[in-house]
């Protein structure tokens, strides 16, 4: 049956190394049973985990869809216009092993790309984006019309990405904010990169930080960002197009518990920010996981471990 799987000896997100270790059963792609000595039914696929660390498989929120990571089993990837036919045919060729989205943008402006945005959402892409709204379209409030009215008309989400550093960007971030409030769009907008949370002044920074958690507008962290104050400000973070190990030392992560954040962040986090809740390691979540070589999960991250078992949807990948 589709989905099953009985992997043993593993540690599910081991703090230390003295955390024991147990199985997992899988049942029609979710997770079943965890608990030492379980057994399977007949003609369960069975895998020795090898009393590796057990995570959540890792979410690329801003994906190049020829060079994901091992272990990744979710991504959503930016794509412009010109590269949509291309990139529908990726999506295709990884279905089974990696669950994708495609963000169609315009590198030109949303404004002059409109009707070819409309046709890319019509061909399969499954979110709209948008790119600096003030500085590439020179009219941040009729790009978010823009962008926002294909969201309303094809009921997908939305992704802008914006490199706008300072008080610019941070006037795009609360124009995005007031838009998805008024138009009860809290739950599926993204910004990607947001660099104006990083180059602006920390009062500030808290003002966008509430803003962000009012709204319900995600983040998507390529370069260093404030992780910690916007996750306690309970803002959804993902993390995209960056090896984690470095993103966690540029910010001075390097403690244990804040590897740990950062680990939550790149598995969790992300699969919360593309609409994903259930990607845990708990019983009746969704079956996607990794197995990596070591004590700690601090350790793998700090060591750049590989996975040695990738399952997605209930199945080895």
């Known amino acids: 049956m589709s989905g099953e799987l009985l992997i043993t000896s593993v540690r599910p997100w081991p703090s230390a190394v003295e955390l024991p270790a147990v199985d997992v059963l899988c049942v029609a792609g979710r997770i079943d049973q965890i608990g030492v000595g379980l057994s399977a039914p007949p ?6 985990g090898g009393g590796g660390v057990l995570l959540p498989s890792f979410v690329d929120a801003h994906a190049q869809l020829d060079a994901l990571r091992p272990g990744t089993t979710m991504a959503r990837a930016h794509i412009p216009l010109g590269a949509m036919d291309e990139a529908l045919a990726q999506r295709e060729q990884l279905l089974g092993r990696v669950e994708v989205q495609l963000v169609a943008v315009s590198l030109t402006g949303a404004i002059t790309g409109m009707d070819a945005l409309d046709a890319a959402l019509e061909a399969g892409a499954d979110l709209v984006g948008g790119i600096d709204p003030a500085r590439v379209d020179r009219d941040p409030v ?8 294909l969201a309303d008309k094809h009921q997908c989400g939305i992704d802008i ?3 706008d550093p300072g008080e610019l960007g ?53 370069k260093p960002l404030p992780l910690r104050k916007l996750r306690w400000g309970g803002v959804r973070v993902g993390i995209g197009g960056c090896d984690l190990w470095d993103l966690a030392e540029a910010e001075g992560y ?64």
């Not at 003609?43 to 020795?48: K, Y």
């Not at 009729?142 to 009215?149: K, N, Q, T, Y």
């Not at 969704?286 to 793998?300: C, I, K, M, N, S």
């Open 254 to 317: 390097t403690a244990d518990p804040m590897i740990e954040m950062c680990a939550d962040t790149a598995t969790r986090g992300g699969a919360a920010v593309l609409g994903e809740r259930d990607h845990g390691l708990v019983e009746g979540d969704r079956a996607e996981f990794v197995v990596l070589p070591g004590a700690t999960v601090a350790e793998v991250i700090r060591d750049r471990r590989e996975p040695t078992v990738v399952v997605h949807q209930g199945k080895v990948v």
């Open 142 to 149: 009729r790009h978010l019309d823009v962008v926002f009215g």
């Open 170 to 222: 941070a006037f795009e971030i609360e124009l995005i904010c007031a838009r998805t409030s008024a138009l009860d769009l809290r739950g599926r907008v993204a910004i990607t990169h947001a660099a104006a949370l990083s180059t602006v002044d920390p009062d500030r920074q808290d003002e966008l930080i509430d803003r962000l958690a009012e709204s319900d507008v995600a983040v998507i962290a390529t």
């Open 43 to 48: 003609g369960t696929p069975v895998v020795d």
């Open 161 to 163: 990405q914006l490199d």
